[in-house]
Protein backbone atom coordinates (compact mmCIF):
# COMPACT_ATOMS: atom_id res chain seq x y z
CA UNK A 1 0.00 0.00 0.00
CA UNK A 2 1.01 3.51 -0.64
CA UNK A 3 2.32 5.71 2.19
CA UNK A 4 0.94 9.24 2.71
CA UNK A 5 3.47 11.60 1.98
CA UNK A 6 4.70 13.44 5.49
CA UNK A 7 3.16 16.50 4.67
CA UNK A 8 -0.22 15.09 4.53
CA UNK A 9 0.60 12.75 7.35
CA UNK A 10 -1.63 13.25 11.09
CA UNK A 11 0.87 14.13 13.99
CA UNK A 12 1.20 11.52 16.90
CA UNK A 13 0.26 12.97 20.76
CA UNK A 14 3.22 12.06 23.39
CA UNK A 15 2.36 11.19 26.83
CA UNK A 16 4.76 12.59 29.03
CA UNK A 17 2.36 12.91 32.27
CA UNK A 18 2.49 8.93 33.47
CA UNK A 19 6.47 9.12 32.44
CA UNK A 20 6.97 11.65 35.18
CA UNK A 21 4.80 10.41 37.54
CA UNK A 22 6.14 6.83 37.65
CA UNK A 23 10.05 8.31 38.01
CA UNK A 24 9.38 10.54 40.67
CA UNK A 25 7.96 7.55 42.67
CA UNK A 26 10.47 5.39 42.02
CA UNK A 27 13.10 7.92 42.92
CA UNK A 28 11.04 8.31 46.46
CA UNK A 29 10.76 5.05 47.05
CA UNK A 30 14.56 4.67 46.78
CA UNK A 31 15.47 7.97 48.99
CA UNK A 32 13.05 6.58 51.59
CA UNK A 33 14.93 2.78 51.17
CA UNK A 34 18.31 4.56 51.70
CA UNK A 35 17.03 7.01 54.90
CA UNK A 36 15.97 3.68 56.32
CA UNK A 37 19.11 1.59 55.87
CA UNK A 38 20.89 4.02 57.13
CA UNK A 39 19.31 4.59 60.55
CA UNK A 40 19.45 0.93 61.31
CA UNK A 41 23.26 0.13 59.92
CA UNK A 42 23.62 2.95 62.43
CA UNK A 43 21.77 2.46 65.25
CA UNK A 44 23.62 -0.62 66.31
CA UNK A 45 27.33 0.87 65.76
CA UNK A 46 26.21 3.52 68.00
CA UNK A 47 25.23 1.25 70.64
CA UNK A 48 28.37 -0.52 70.56
CA UNK A 49 30.72 2.00 70.60
CA UNK A 50 29.01 3.34 73.67
CA UNK A 51 29.19 0.43 75.28
CA UNK A 52 32.66 -0.05 74.33
CA UNK A 53 34.07 3.05 75.76
CA UNK A 54 31.71 2.65 79.07
CA UNK A 55 33.55 -1.10 79.23
CA UNK A 56 37.24 0.27 78.58
CA UNK A 57 36.34 3.23 81.20
CA UNK A 58 35.17 0.72 83.85
CA UNK A 59 38.29 -1.47 83.26
CA UNK A 60 40.65 1.61 83.24
CA UNK A 61 39.94 3.61 86.11
CA UNK A 62 43.05 6.05 87.05
CA UNK A 63 42.84 6.60 90.74
CA UNK A 64 41.86 2.72 91.09
CA UNK A 65 45.18 1.60 89.09
CA UNK A 66 47.57 3.99 91.32
CA UNK A 67 45.97 2.80 94.89
CA UNK A 68 45.96 -0.26 93.88
CA UNK A 69 49.50 -1.46 95.29
CA UNK A 70 49.09 -4.57 92.80
CA UNK A 71 48.88 -2.22 89.66
CA UNK A 72 51.43 -2.73 87.27
CA UNK A 73 51.23 1.22 86.01
CA UNK A 74 52.38 1.99 89.71
CA UNK A 75 54.82 -0.65 90.22
CA UNK A 76 56.15 1.29 86.77
CA UNK A 77 55.75 4.65 88.43
CA UNK A 78 57.26 4.15 91.58
CA UNK A 79 60.01 2.77 89.81
CA UNK A 80 60.72 5.56 87.43
CA UNK A 81 60.00 8.15 90.54
CA UNK A 82 63.38 5.85 92.07
CA UNK A 83 65.21 5.95 89.49
CA UNK A 84 65.30 9.47 89.04
CA UNK A 85 67.00 10.22 92.25
CA UNK A 86 69.90 7.30 91.48
CA UNK A 87 70.31 9.05 88.24
CA UNK A 88 71.44 12.19 90.29
CA UNK A 89 73.55 10.45 93.02
CA UNK A 90 75.50 8.48 90.30
CA UNK A 91 76.01 11.06 88.16
CA UNK A 92 77.25 13.48 91.37
CA UNK A 93 79.51 9.87 91.84
CA UNK A 94 80.89 10.67 88.75
CA UNK A 95 78.86 6.85 87.45
CA UNK A 96 77.88 8.51 83.99
CA UNK A 97 77.31 4.97 82.83
CA UNK A 98 74.72 3.22 85.21
CA UNK A 99 73.17 7.29 84.69
CA UNK A 100 73.05 6.61 81.47
CA UNK A 101 71.98 3.03 81.49
CA UNK A 102 68.98 4.13 84.21
CA UNK A 103 67.74 6.87 81.78
CA UNK A 104 67.34 4.84 79.11
CA UNK A 105 65.32 1.50 80.91
CA UNK A 106 62.95 5.27 82.68
CA UNK A 107 62.52 6.10 78.67
CA UNK A 108 61.57 2.54 77.81
CA UNK A 109 59.07 2.45 81.24
CA UNK A 110 57.50 5.60 80.31
CA UNK A 111 56.34 4.27 76.25
CA UNK A 112 55.21 1.29 77.84
CA UNK A 113 52.61 4.08 80.31
CA UNK A 114 52.09 6.29 77.13
CA UNK A 115 50.98 3.40 75.12
CA UNK A 116 48.83 2.28 77.85
CA UNK A 117 47.07 5.30 78.39
CA UNK A 118 46.47 6.14 74.30
CA UNK A 119 44.83 2.70 74.08
CA UNK A 120 42.50 3.50 77.57
CA UNK A 121 43.40 0.02 79.03
CA UNK A 122 45.49 -1.13 81.98
CA UNK A 123 49.10 -2.86 81.34
CA UNK A 124 48.93 -6.45 81.39
CA UNK A 125 51.69 -8.49 83.08
CA UNK A 126 52.82 -9.74 79.81
CA UNK A 127 53.70 -6.53 78.24
CA UNK A 128 55.35 -5.11 81.22
CA UNK A 129 57.14 -8.07 82.53
CA UNK A 130 60.39 -7.31 80.92
CA UNK A 131 60.24 -3.52 81.82
CA UNK A 132 59.27 -4.46 85.16
CA UNK A 133 62.15 -7.07 85.68
CA UNK A 134 65.02 -4.88 83.99
CA UNK A 135 64.11 -1.75 86.12
CA UNK A 136 64.14 -3.80 89.36
CA UNK A 137 67.83 -5.10 88.31
CA UNK A 138 68.82 -1.43 88.04
CA UNK A 139 67.84 -0.35 91.17
CA UNK A 140 69.08 -3.54 92.92
CA UNK A 141 72.50 -2.71 91.65
CA UNK A 142 71.86 1.03 92.96
CA UNK A 143 71.40 -0.02 96.35
CA UNK A 144 74.69 -2.25 95.99
CA UNK A 145 76.74 0.34 94.72
CA UNK A 146 75.50 2.36 98.31
CA UNK A 147 72.82 4.76 96.68
CA UNK A 148 70.58 3.92 99.17
CA UNK A 149 68.48 6.89 101.06
CA UNK A 150 70.66 6.90 104.31
CA UNK A 151 73.70 6.60 102.55
CA UNK A 152 72.52 9.64 99.80
CA UNK A 153 71.84 11.78 103.09
CA UNK A 154 75.28 11.29 104.48
CA UNK A 155 77.01 12.15 101.18
CA UNK A 156 74.80 15.23 100.62
CA UNK A 157 75.25 16.46 104.06
CA UNK A 158 78.93 15.75 103.53
CA UNK A 159 78.82 17.81 99.91
CA UNK A 160 76.81 20.60 101.46
CA UNK A 161 79.67 21.20 104.42
CA UNK A 162 82.37 21.06 101.92
CA UNK A 163 80.90 23.24 99.54
CA UNK A 164 80.14 25.87 102.73
CA UNK A 165 83.94 25.66 103.37
CA UNK A 166 84.74 26.23 99.44
CA UNK A 167 82.30 29.62 99.67
CA UNK A 168 83.91 30.32 102.88
CA UNK A 169 87.55 29.86 101.33
CA UNK A 170 86.57 32.27 98.09
CA UNK A 171 84.98 34.48 100.66
CA UNK A 172 88.01 35.04 102.78
CA UNK A 173 90.21 35.56 99.90
CA UNK A 174 88.03 38.16 98.14
CA UNK A 175 87.82 40.23 101.68
CA UNK A 176 91.99 39.72 101.34
CA UNK A 177 92.44 40.74 97.82
CA UNK A 178 90.10 43.69 98.26
CA UNK A 179 91.72 44.67 101.16
CA UNK A 180 94.99 44.36 99.46
CA UNK A 181 93.53 46.09 96.28
CA UNK A 182 92.38 49.22 98.56
CA UNK A 183 95.42 49.77 100.61
CA UNK A 184 97.48 49.71 97.20
CA UNK A 185 100.04 52.94 96.05
CA UNK A 186 99.02 53.39 92.64
CA UNK A 187 102.44 54.13 90.89
CA UNK A 188 100.64 56.89 89.24
CA UNK A 189 100.81 58.32 93.43
CA UNK A 190 103.78 57.03 94.28
CA UNK A 191 105.07 58.81 91.29
CA UNK A 192 103.28 62.20 91.95
CA UNK A 193 105.24 62.03 95.62
CA UNK A 194 109.07 61.19 94.05
CA UNK A 195 108.59 63.97 91.56
CA UNK A 196 107.33 66.68 93.90
CA UNK A 197 110.42 65.83 96.76
CA UNK A 198 112.97 65.96 93.92
CA UNK A 199 111.02 69.68 93.14
CA UNK A 200 110.92 70.31 96.81
CA UNK A 201 114.44 70.48 97.10
CA UNK A 202 115.25 71.73 94.04
CA UNK A 203 113.53 75.11 95.05
CA UNK A 204 116.03 77.45 96.37
CA UNK A 205 115.85 78.77 99.60
CA UNK A 206 114.25 82.12 98.90
CA UNK A 207 111.59 80.62 97.65
CA UNK A 208 111.06 77.85 100.25
CA UNK A 209 111.85 81.48 102.71
CA UNK A 210 108.77 83.13 101.15
CA UNK A 211 106.29 79.97 101.10
CA UNK A 212 107.00 80.07 105.03
CA UNK A 213 105.87 83.80 105.55
CA UNK A 214 103.31 83.87 103.29
CA UNK A 215 101.75 80.77 104.62
CA UNK A 216 102.63 81.43 108.34
CA UNK A 217 100.88 84.81 108.95
CA UNK A 218 98.15 85.59 111.19
CA UNK A 219 95.63 83.65 109.06
CA UNK A 220 96.64 80.44 110.80
CA UNK A 221 95.34 81.81 114.16
CA UNK A 222 92.22 84.09 113.52
CA UNK A 223 89.45 82.72 114.78
CA UNK A 224 87.13 84.67 112.74
CA UNK A 225 87.90 82.64 109.59
CA UNK A 226 86.84 79.19 108.47
CA UNK A 227 89.36 76.85 109.85
CA UNK A 228 89.52 73.19 107.96
CA UNK A 229 91.85 70.51 109.55
CA UNK A 230 93.26 67.03 107.18
CA UNK A 231 95.22 64.59 108.54
CA UNK A 232 96.44 62.74 105.44
CA UNK A 233 99.62 61.42 103.67
CA UNK A 234 97.40 61.37 99.91
CA UNK A 235 98.71 64.38 97.95
CA UNK A 236 96.04 63.98 95.55
CA UNK A 237 93.35 63.39 97.40
CA UNK A 238 94.11 66.24 99.98
CA UNK A 239 94.23 68.47 96.83
CA UNK A 240 90.80 67.43 95.75
CA UNK A 241 89.21 68.13 99.23
CA UNK A 242 91.55 71.79 98.72
CA UNK A 243 89.85 72.50 95.17
CA UNK A 244 86.41 71.53 95.64
CA UNK A 245 85.98 73.55 98.89
CA UNK A 246 87.51 76.21 97.65
CA UNK A 247 85.67 75.98 93.98
CA UNK A 248 82.52 76.33 96.14
CA UNK A 249 82.60 78.74 98.41
CA UNK A 250 81.77 82.13 98.21
CA UNK A 251 84.57 83.80 100.25
CA UNK A 252 87.60 81.54 99.12
CA UNK A 253 89.61 84.35 100.76
CA UNK A 254 88.18 83.25 104.45
CA UNK A 255 89.14 79.54 104.36
CA UNK A 256 92.06 78.14 106.40
CA UNK A 257 93.47 74.75 105.05
CA UNK A 258 95.91 73.01 107.98
CA UNK A 259 97.42 69.92 106.31
CA UNK A 260 99.42 67.82 108.72
CA UNK A 261 101.17 64.43 107.13
CA UNK A 262 104.10 62.35 107.83
CA UNK A 263 107.40 63.00 107.24
CA UNK A 264 107.90 60.74 104.50
CA UNK A 265 105.12 62.49 102.35
CA UNK A 266 106.19 66.46 104.26
CA UNK A 267 108.30 67.70 101.03
CA UNK A 268 105.98 66.52 98.82
CA UNK A 269 103.03 67.95 100.27
CA UNK A 270 104.85 71.25 100.42
CA UNK A 271 105.82 71.38 97.23
CA UNK A 272 102.35 70.66 95.39
CA UNK A 273 100.69 73.42 97.61
CA UNK A 274 103.59 75.68 96.62
CA UNK A 275 103.17 75.02 92.86
CA UNK A 276 99.66 75.56 92.88
CA UNK A 277 97.02 78.32 94.09
CA UNK A 278 93.25 77.48 94.57
CA UNK A 279 91.61 80.37 94.35
CA UNK A 280 92.77 82.57 97.60
CA UNK A 281 92.46 79.94 100.34
CA UNK A 282 95.51 79.79 102.61
CA UNK A 283 97.03 76.20 103.33
CA UNK A 284 99.43 75.30 105.83
CA UNK A 285 101.33 71.81 105.66
CA UNK A 286 102.85 70.68 108.94
CA UNK A 287 104.23 67.21 110.13
CA UNK A 288 103.23 65.35 113.10
CA UNK A 289 107.16 64.28 113.55
CA UNK A 290 107.58 68.11 115.08
CA UNK A 291 105.15 67.75 117.16
CA UNK A 292 107.02 67.26 120.57
CA UNK A 293 104.28 66.44 123.35
CA UNK A 294 103.48 63.54 120.84
CA UNK A 295 105.47 60.42 122.49
CA UNK A 296 105.02 57.11 124.20
CA UNK A 297 104.71 58.77 127.67
CA UNK A 298 101.47 60.49 126.41
CA UNK A 299 99.88 58.49 123.57
CA UNK A 300 98.56 55.33 124.42
CA UNK A 301 98.60 54.42 120.71
CA UNK A 302 102.00 54.94 120.44
CA UNK A 303 103.01 53.31 123.91
CA UNK A 304 101.07 50.28 122.64
CA UNK A 305 103.20 49.70 119.38
CA UNK A 306 105.89 49.14 121.49
CA UNK A 307 104.70 46.01 122.66
CA UNK A 308 105.70 43.01 120.71
CA UNK A 309 101.80 41.76 120.81
CA UNK A 310 100.64 44.60 118.85
CA UNK A 311 103.40 44.21 116.50
CA UNK A 312 102.52 40.47 116.15
CA UNK A 313 99.02 41.29 116.33
CA UNK A 314 98.87 43.92 113.52
CA UNK A 315 102.31 43.09 111.92
CA UNK A 316 102.32 39.26 111.24
CA UNK A 317 98.77 37.97 112.12
CA UNK A 318 100.16 34.52 113.08
CA UNK A 319 99.03 34.20 116.44
CA UNK A 320 95.46 33.11 116.44
CA UNK A 321 95.54 30.86 113.37
CA UNK A 322 94.39 33.86 111.10
CA UNK A 323 90.87 33.53 113.18
CA UNK A 324 90.47 37.41 112.84
CA UNK A 325 89.64 39.29 109.78
CA UNK A 326 92.27 40.77 107.70
CA UNK A 327 90.40 44.55 108.45
CA UNK A 328 91.11 43.82 111.31
CA UNK A 329 95.14 44.03 111.74
CA UNK A 330 95.41 46.90 109.33
CA UNK A 331 98.25 48.46 110.66
CA UNK A 332 96.95 51.68 108.99
CA UNK A 333 94.64 51.75 112.21
CA UNK A 334 97.56 52.61 114.37
CA UNK A 335 98.91 55.52 112.21
CA UNK A 336 99.32 59.04 114.00
CA UNK A 337 97.71 60.54 111.12
CA UNK A 338 94.52 58.06 112.01
CA UNK A 339 94.61 58.79 115.84
CA UNK A 340 95.74 62.65 115.52
CA UNK A 341 91.73 63.74 114.96
CA UNK A 342 91.55 62.56 119.42
CA UNK A 343 94.62 65.29 119.71
CA UNK A 344 93.02 68.82 117.67
CA UNK A 345 93.50 70.62 120.26
CA UNK A 346 96.93 70.22 120.88
CA UNK A 347 97.74 70.36 117.19
CA UNK A 348 95.73 73.92 116.59
CA UNK A 349 96.06 75.68 120.68
CA UNK A 350 94.89 78.63 118.60
CA UNK A 351 91.92 77.58 117.86
CA UNK A 352 88.35 77.76 118.45
CA UNK A 353 86.67 75.80 116.45
CA UNK A 354 87.27 74.16 113.34
CA UNK A 355 85.62 71.12 110.85
CA UNK A 356 87.48 68.00 110.12
CA UNK A 357 87.51 66.53 107.06
CA UNK A 358 88.59 62.85 105.98
CA UNK A 359 91.02 63.01 102.37
CA UNK A 360 88.29 60.88 100.49
CA UNK A 361 85.67 63.57 100.75
CA UNK A 362 84.64 65.90 97.68
CA UNK A 363 83.05 69.51 98.68
CA UNK A 364 79.75 70.58 96.60
CA UNK A 365 78.15 73.58 98.18
CA UNK A 366 79.22 76.56 100.50
CA UNK A 367 80.63 75.10 103.94
CA UNK A 368 80.45 78.39 105.73
CA UNK A 369 77.06 77.63 107.49
CA UNK A 370 78.80 74.71 109.71
CA UNK A 371 80.85 77.87 111.57
CA UNK A 372 77.41 79.05 112.54
CA UNK A 373 75.70 75.69 114.14
CA UNK A 374 74.46 75.90 117.35
CA UNK A 375 75.93 72.11 119.05
CA UNK A 376 74.04 73.02 122.34
CA UNK A 377 77.51 72.63 124.52
CA UNK A 378 78.31 69.87 122.41
CA UNK A 379 81.84 68.96 121.66
CA UNK A 380 81.22 66.83 118.54
CA UNK A 381 78.59 67.91 115.47
CA UNK A 382 77.94 65.00 113.15
CA UNK A 383 75.91 62.91 110.91
CA UNK A 384 74.04 60.07 112.86
CA UNK A 385 74.13 56.86 110.75
CA UNK A 386 71.22 54.84 112.29
CA UNK A 387 68.42 56.46 110.33
CA UNK A 388 68.80 53.89 107.38
CA UNK A 389 71.43 51.91 107.41
CA UNK A 390 70.92 50.80 111.34
CA UNK A 391 74.67 51.41 112.47
CA UNK A 392 74.11 51.12 116.66
CA UNK A 393 76.52 51.29 119.38
CA UNK A 394 76.00 47.66 119.59
CA UNK A 395 77.33 46.73 115.60
CA UNK A 396 80.78 48.15 117.07
CA UNK A 397 81.56 47.48 120.51
CA UNK A 398 81.89 44.61 122.84
CA UNK A 399 78.49 44.52 124.71
CA UNK A 400 79.74 40.88 126.38
CA UNK A 401 82.42 43.06 128.21
CA UNK A 402 80.64 44.36 131.49
CA UNK A 403 83.20 47.97 131.16
CA UNK A 404 81.17 48.60 127.80
CA UNK A 405 77.87 47.00 128.63
CA UNK A 406 77.83 49.15 132.29
CA UNK A 407 78.28 52.41 130.59
CA UNK A 408 76.33 52.65 126.92
CA UNK A 409 73.49 51.89 125.84
CA UNK A 410 73.84 49.43 123.05
CA UNK A 411 70.85 51.26 120.62
CA UNK A 412 72.39 54.55 120.72
CA UNK A 413 72.89 56.19 117.92
CA UNK A 414 75.87 56.07 115.66
CA UNK A 415 77.30 58.47 113.85
CA UNK A 416 80.21 58.98 111.06
CA UNK A 417 83.66 60.84 110.93
CA UNK A 418 85.03 62.30 108.33
CA UNK A 419 83.08 65.68 108.29
CA UNK A 420 82.69 67.07 111.60
CA UNK A 421 82.55 70.55 113.36
CA UNK A 422 84.68 70.57 116.66
CA UNK A 423 84.09 73.51 119.25
CA UNK A 424 87.82 72.88 120.70
CA UNK A 425 86.73 75.36 123.49
CA UNK A 426 83.89 72.93 124.96
CA UNK A 427 86.81 69.85 124.13
CA UNK A 428 89.35 71.47 126.38
CA UNK A 429 86.53 72.18 129.37
CA UNK A 430 85.61 68.52 129.40
CA UNK A 431 89.39 67.02 128.66
CA UNK A 432 87.58 64.71 126.10
CA UNK A 433 91.15 63.77 125.08
CA UNK A 434 91.87 62.39 128.46
CA UNK A 435 88.59 60.13 128.04
CA UNK A 436 89.98 58.85 124.82
CA UNK A 437 93.30 58.23 126.39
CA UNK A 438 91.22 55.96 129.18
CA UNK A 439 89.52 54.15 126.65
CA UNK A 440 92.40 53.06 124.80
CA UNK A 441 94.27 51.80 128.03
CA UNK A 442 91.38 49.88 128.27
CA UNK A 443 91.41 48.08 124.91
CA UNK A 444 94.97 47.01 125.04
CA UNK A 445 94.13 43.63 124.80
CA UNK A 446 90.78 44.67 122.30
CA UNK A 447 88.27 43.32 123.74
CA UNK A 448 86.02 46.37 123.85
CA UNK A 449 86.34 46.76 120.02
CA UNK A 450 88.67 45.59 117.43
CA UNK A 451 88.77 47.71 114.14
CA UNK A 452 89.93 51.62 113.70
CA UNK A 453 89.06 54.85 114.84
CA UNK A 454 84.82 55.43 115.07
CA UNK A 455 84.53 52.58 117.97
CA UNK A 456 87.00 54.91 120.35
CA UNK A 457 85.35 58.10 118.67
CA UNK A 458 81.88 56.44 119.84
CA UNK A 459 83.06 55.78 123.30
CA UNK A 460 84.77 59.60 123.37
CA UNK A 461 82.04 62.18 122.20
CA UNK A 462 79.31 59.61 124.02
CA UNK A 463 76.65 62.19 125.54
CA UNK A 464 78.82 65.09 123.67
CA UNK A 465 77.63 65.03 120.04
CA UNK A 466 75.52 66.63 118.57
CA UNK A 467 73.17 65.49 115.59
CA UNK A 468 73.50 67.93 112.08
CA UNK A 469 71.69 67.71 109.05
CA UNK A 470 71.96 64.73 106.98
CA UNK A 471 72.36 66.49 103.59
CA UNK A 472 75.76 68.11 105.60
CA UNK A 473 77.27 64.71 105.44
CA UNK A 474 76.41 61.90 102.78
CA UNK A 475 78.42 58.22 102.78
CA UNK A 476 78.63 55.31 101.16
CA UNK A 477 80.19 56.52 98.32
CA UNK A 478 83.21 53.88 98.77
CA UNK A 479 80.95 50.61 98.51
CA UNK A 480 77.13 51.12 98.41
CA UNK A 481 74.83 52.57 96.17
CA UNK A 482 73.58 56.28 97.12
CA UNK A 483 70.47 57.60 95.69
CA UNK A 484 71.11 60.28 92.91
CA UNK A 485 68.85 63.70 94.98
CA UNK A 486 70.65 62.71 98.33
CA UNK A 487 73.82 63.12 96.21
CA UNK A 488 72.80 66.00 94.61
CA UNK A 489 71.64 67.82 97.76
CA UNK A 490 74.39 66.67 99.94
CA UNK A 491 77.41 69.52 100.72
CA UNK A 492 80.00 66.37 101.30
CA UNK A 493 80.70 63.64 99.82
CA UNK A 494 82.19 60.69 101.47
CA UNK A 495 83.65 57.71 99.41
CA UNK A 496 84.33 55.80 102.81
CA UNK A 497 84.48 52.07 102.51
CA UNK A 498 87.78 50.33 99.91
CA UNK A 499 86.28 51.48 96.73
CA UNK A 500 88.12 54.98 97.00
CA UNK A 501 87.52 57.10 93.16
CA UNK A 502 91.50 57.19 92.68
CA UNK A 503 91.92 53.25 92.41
CA UNK A 504 90.89 51.01 89.67
CA UNK A 505 88.74 49.33 91.84
CA UNK A 506 86.31 52.47 92.26
CA UNK A 507 82.89 52.88 91.32
CA UNK A 508 82.72 54.25 88.01
CA UNK A 509 79.39 55.72 88.37
CA UNK A 510 80.62 57.81 91.43
CA UNK A 511 84.23 58.94 90.00
CA UNK A 512 82.82 61.68 88.21
CA UNK A 513 82.23 63.50 91.17
CA UNK A 514 85.82 63.35 92.68
CA UNK A 515 87.37 63.31 89.10
CA UNK A 516 86.26 66.97 87.58
CA UNK A 517 87.99 68.15 90.81
CA UNK A 518 91.19 66.86 89.34
CA UNK A 519 93.49 68.86 86.77
CA UNK A 520 94.85 65.73 84.34
CA UNK A 521 96.36 68.44 82.27
CA UNK A 522 99.38 69.77 85.25
CA UNK A 523 102.13 68.92 83.79
CA UNK A 524 102.95 67.12 87.12
CA UNK A 525 100.22 64.47 86.35
CA UNK A 526 100.48 64.32 82.93
CA UNK A 527 104.46 63.11 83.59
CA UNK A 528 103.05 59.85 86.08
CA UNK A 529 99.95 59.09 83.51
CA UNK A 530 97.42 59.50 85.62
CA UNK A 531 94.81 58.91 82.80
Same mark, same amino acid.
Given at each position: ?257 ? #? ?7 ? +????? *?? &? $?? /??? %? ?120 ? #? ?7 ? +????? *?? &? $?? /??? %? ?106
Amino acid at each position: MRRTRPEFRRPVRRRWFPNVFWLTLCGFVVLVLIVFLTRESAKPASRSVTYRQVMTMESLNVTDEMLNPDSITRQLTDQISLAKAYIVIAKESNNLQFAWELSTQIRNSQILLSNAALRRSPLTLGESNTAVREMAFLLFQAQQLHYDSATMIMRLKARIQELEEQTSSVTDKSSKYGQIAAEEVPKSLYCLGVRLTTEWFNLSKLQQTVFEKTQSGIKLKDNSLYHFCIFSDNILATSVVVNSTALNSQNPDRIVFH #LVTDEVNFA +AMKAW *FT &M $NR /FRQ %VTVDVQKFEDFSWLNASYVPVLKQLQDSDTKNYYFSGNNDGGKTPIKFRNPKYLSMLNHLRFYIPEVFPALNKLVFLDDDVVVQKDLAGLFTVDLNGNVNGAVETCMETFHRYHKYLNYSHP #LIRSHFDPD +ACGWA *FG &M $NV /FDL %VEWRKRNVTGIYHYWQEKNVDRTLWKLGTLPPGLLTFYGLTEPLDPNWHVLGLGYTNVEEDVIENGAVLHFNGNLKPWLKIGMDKYKPFWEKYVDYSHPMLEQCNFR
